[in-house]
């Protein structure tokens, strides 16, 4: 090729382009998101700038206002007909602002907020060296044991940048459910999933397990992101976009434009298929559903227990929105195909987490194997494939966060000289050495066993009518077998608190701060709210139930 021949290549392509268009965001209607985001940075900022002394009270008073306000703004957007009437996508396409995702949004602010107060209890742990301490480890960075961890125990340190990681999670959560093309989803995903890995490893005793349950959960969590990634690269493969009304046109056989430089692929249902399941499994992974559960007990038996409620509470909820807009908005047209596998790991979550939680000793492992057990529940609402079995998920995941919060919440009272007294036997004879900490956490445990008057009972009877409506009889009887089952374990857990000795050596109950008692007493009032009056809960989940697209 000439000389000249090249230059003429060179000219060609430095021709001026158009003008490239500037993205047109919606700030107003991203305000949750971006209020959690502003908190998250500006606690960044007071880890570096203000003194450590002040470090805390700043960083729980920044969580606290900005967890408000977004929660605040997601009301405001509901009252002003975001969530149906003016639904519509913002940020491009990128985000859905619908009646499911201010709903779920809201839900997981919530959570998190109570979930914020057993982050900063400072009074269950005898004080050291004078100074209050809270659930996380002095100095994150010094090796277990060694002199440098003992220097920061000494001097009264305290790990204050939980509280912007936590933020950072719950910002990724809020985008994950309302998520409206697979790129964004993956994103999200990242953006919550690793601030919780650190959030796991942190600690105060018993750091080793702590550590290695971050890391069990880091090393899983990485398999099911890159389950997720090849999934959607094969799903753009497959349709020639990334955008969830774009995949579901060409699902539907509606779009015959095509990419000539996707032609070879488009369209290809291997690819579908392939890639719809391996985007499924790095979903059911956040969800805790068998088989891909293993993390689960592990990671919340090792991380600092008021982590352990905050993720079990809000991961599910911002996992089982992204699940629900997956499979109602991108794979309808797949249903026939999803819907069996669905049933398969529905029956065996169910079943695989109420008969393993028998055979546990340890009360946040117990709890664990119940959250697995839900998830199988909920996946009954999910497989419905109603604007019913929407509404009962929805109602379901508030039910769930709260009681799990405050279940948890309730695990960190009982203590003995090794800090938590998670063994089971250490809880024998707890209701009559303190019978108000022991009748609360029966309230929790009768509501995940589905008890009437708890909502618990609401949530199930929901999720298994809308099944039962959806043609899903047989899994209902399948969750109703699994219920019973649940049940004896939960029960057995309250007649080991109550109708057992206490031993001499036994555990003691700490008095908390205001703050866990809030977290307690607002999982105690919604309970039983939401147990005894459900109808606006469930009217309100009703009206939130319709996806845009």
């Known amino acids: 090729m000439s000389p000249t021949a090249v230059h003429s290549l060179w000219t060609t392509a430095a021709q001026p382009l158009d003008k490239i268009p500037a993205p047109h965001i919606e700030y107003a209607q991203l305000a949750p998101t971006l209020i959690v985001v502003g908190a998250a940075i500006v606690g960044v ?77 400072r009074r269950l742990d005898p004080g050291a060296h004078g100074s209050h301490v809270d659930s996380f480890a002095a100095q994150a960075a010094s090796v277990p044991g060694s002199d440098s961890e003992k220097a920061a125990v000494k001097a009264g340190f305290t790990t204050t940048e939980v509280y912007p990681l936590a933020l950072f999670a719950i910002s990724g959560m809020l985008v994950f459910p309302a998520a409206n093309d697979l790129l964004t989803l993956f994103v999200a995903l990242e953006v919550f999933s690793l601030p919780l890995y650190l959030l796991c490893a942190l600690a105060r005793r018993k750091r080793l397990l702590s550590q290695e349950a971050a890391m069990k959960y880091f090393l899983l969590g990485a398999f099911s992101s890159a389950f997720l990634l090849f999934g959607v690269a094969l799903v753009y493969g497959y349709a020639g976009s990334v955008s969830y009304a774009r995949i579901a046109d060409v699902v539907d056989g509606t779009v015959k434009t095509i990419d000539p430089a996707l032609a070879a692929t488009m369209g290809n249902d291997a690819l579908l298929l392939i890639g ?42 911002a996992a ?61 609402g999910v497989i419905a494939f109603t604007p019913e079995g929407v509404s009962s998920v929805l109602f379901y995941l508030v039910a769930y966060s709260f009681v799990t919060i405050g279940a948890f919440a309730v695990v960190t009272l009982v203590r003995d000289a090794g800090g938590e007294a998670t063994h089971l036997s250490k809880w024998a004879g707890l209701g009559r050495r ?70 001499p050596e036994g555990p003691t109950v700490a008095v908390p701060s205001p703050l866990t008692m809030t977290t307690i007493a607002v999982g105690v009032a919604v309970t039983l709210v939401l147990g005894v009056a459900p109808q606006y809960f469930l009217d309100l989940a009703g009206q939130a139930s319709v996806f845009v697209r």
């Open 45 to 121: 900022l007071i880890e570096a700038f203000v003194p450590r002394k002040g470090r805390y009270p700043a960083q729980v008073f920044l969580s606290v206002v900005a967890l408000a306000a977004a929660f605040a703004a997601v009301v405001g957007l509901a009252a002003g007909g975001f969530g149906s009437t003016k639904a519509h996508l913002a940020a491009m396409g990128a985000i859905a602002v619908d009646g499911p995702a201010l709903f779920l949004q809201g839900t997981i602010l919530l959570a998190s907020l109570v979930a914020i107060f057993t982050f900063a209890e």
């Open 320 to 380: 089982f929105g992204a699940l629900l807009r997956l499979l109602y908005v991108v794979l309808p047209g797949l249903r026939w195909d999803w819907r069996p596998v669905m049933w398969a790991v529905a029956i065996v979550t169910m079943l695989g987490g109420a008969i393993i939680a028998i055979t546990q000793t340890d009360i946040k492992r117990l709890l664990a194997y119940s959250s697995i057990a839900h998830a199988g529940f909920i996946l009954a």
């Open 276 to 317: 719809g399941a391996m985007i499924l499994v790095g979903l059911l992974f956040k969800v805790g559903a068998v088989p891909f559960h293993m993390w689960t007990p592990d990671v919340y038996q090792g991380a600092p227990t008021p982590v352990t409620g905050f993720m079990a509470a809000a991961t599910k909820v």
């Open 434 to 503: 303190s019978p108000l900490v022991a009748a609360v956490f029966a309230v929790f445990l009768l509501a995940f066993a589905g008890i009437p008057l708890t909502s618990g009972f609401s949530g199930k009877f929901a999720v298994f009518s809308a099944a039962a409506q959806g043609g899903a009889g047989a899994l209902v009887v399948v969750g109703v077998i699994s219920s019973a089952i649940a049940a004896f374990f939960y029960i057995r857990v309250i007649v080991l608190m109550f109708f057992s000795e206490p031993k």
